[in-house]
Structure formats: structure tokens, C-alpha cells
């Protein structure tokens, strides 16, 4: 007999899909990129690979680390968009890495209670299911801008749907 998970389980497991589904593709675009490229801006008044990476290790901190996980909130988020170098490509890869891995041992065990909690960051207040949904879409948001700018500096496609032959399937019903 197969035990069907609750939906505070589905929606922690898919949460936790999304988050480590896109390490591979900033990985993708830092395979392509020099050093220099990750911290080019487009215009001064866009940001670089380099200060979104930063970002969103700030914004997953805030808002999943510190406010669900307890860890003292540190953010500086002006500081984030005013770097310009610093980090390597590396250094800034397993930063955001070691950021999610934080996350979802925030996350991993909550219960539904848990997940219904209020939480208050940068002045909303979501339950701790809206901080949640707010980081996966913030990370996947700023990960698509990632790919398009890499896209743009080096003309070529990223092969993040490579490996899969099933895009074009219709659904069953």
C-alpha cells in the first residue's frame, strides 16, 4: 500500500524541486562565461549575473533562512546591486548553493501548522507557505534573466531542455 503524501508535503517537495532545479542552469551559463562577463552589466541601470547571484542568496536568506529557519536576519539587500566584482564565478555558484541547501533544511520538515504561520519580511506579511512561493518565483524570475543575458553575450542556445524529449507531449486527461 502506497501512502499518499499530505499537501504540505507535495508543495515542500515541489518547492524544494524548483529551488535545486535551477543551480544547473546558472551552472550552464557560468560554463559559457568568463570571470568578466559575470559581472558585465547590460546598461548602468540593469544588474550583472555576479549582483543577481548575490541577490537572490540575500533574498532566499531573508526570506526562507531567517524567517522560517530562526537565523539572525544580516541582509544588506543595497549592497547586493552595488557590488561590481569580488566574488568569482565559484565563489558566487556556491554561495547561492550552499543558500538553497539552507533553505530547504528550513523547509524539509515543516508541518502544515508550520506552513500557515505568519511571517513578517521586508514589511509583508505572508505565512511562511507565501515566503515560500514568494523565493521560488523570485530565484526562477531572476534565473530566466541569467539565461537571457547569457543568451545575449554569447549568441547560443543553453541546452536546458536537452535531455528532454517529452516537451512537445500533449496531456492525457
Known amino acids: 500500500m502506497q501512502i499518499q503524501p499530505t499537501v504540505s508535503q507535495e508543495f515542500i517537495a515541489h518547492a524544494i524541486y524548483q529551488m535545486r532545479l535551477n543551480l544547473p542552469r546558472i551552472e550552464k551559463c557560468f560554463a559559457q562565461l568568463t570571470e568578466e562577463e559575470v559581472w558585465k552589466r547590460p546598461n ?50 556556491d554561495l547561492l548553493a550552499s543558500t538553497i541547501q ?32 514568494h523565493v521560488v518565483e523570485h530565484l526562477s524570475y531572476h534565473v530566466g534573466q541569467i ?19 517529452s516537451l512537445n507531449s500533449t496531456n492525457e486527461i
Open 44 to 93: 548602468p541601470e540593469s544588474n550583472s549575473i555576479g549582483n543577481l547571484i548575490v541577490h537572490l542568496s540575500g533574498n532566499i536568506r531573508q526570506w526562507i533562512v531567517s524567517s522560517i529557519g530562526g537565523a539572525k536576519d544580516i541582509r544588506q539587500r543595497n549592497e547586493e546591486f552595488e557590488m561590481q566584482e569580488g566574488l568569482s564565478q565559484k565563489e558566487l555558484y
Open 147 to 165: 539565461a537571457y543575458w547569457t543568451k545575449v553575450l554569447k549568441g547560443q542556445n543553453l541546452g536546458f531542455y536537452d535531455d528532454n524529449d
Open 102 to 133: 539552507s533553505a530547504i533544511e528550513s523547509i524539509q520538515n515543516l508541518t502544515e501548522k508550520d506552513l500557515l504561520k505568519k511571517q513578517s519580511v521586508q514589511g509583508y506579511h505572508y505565512s511562511a507557505l507565501g515566503n515560500i512561493l
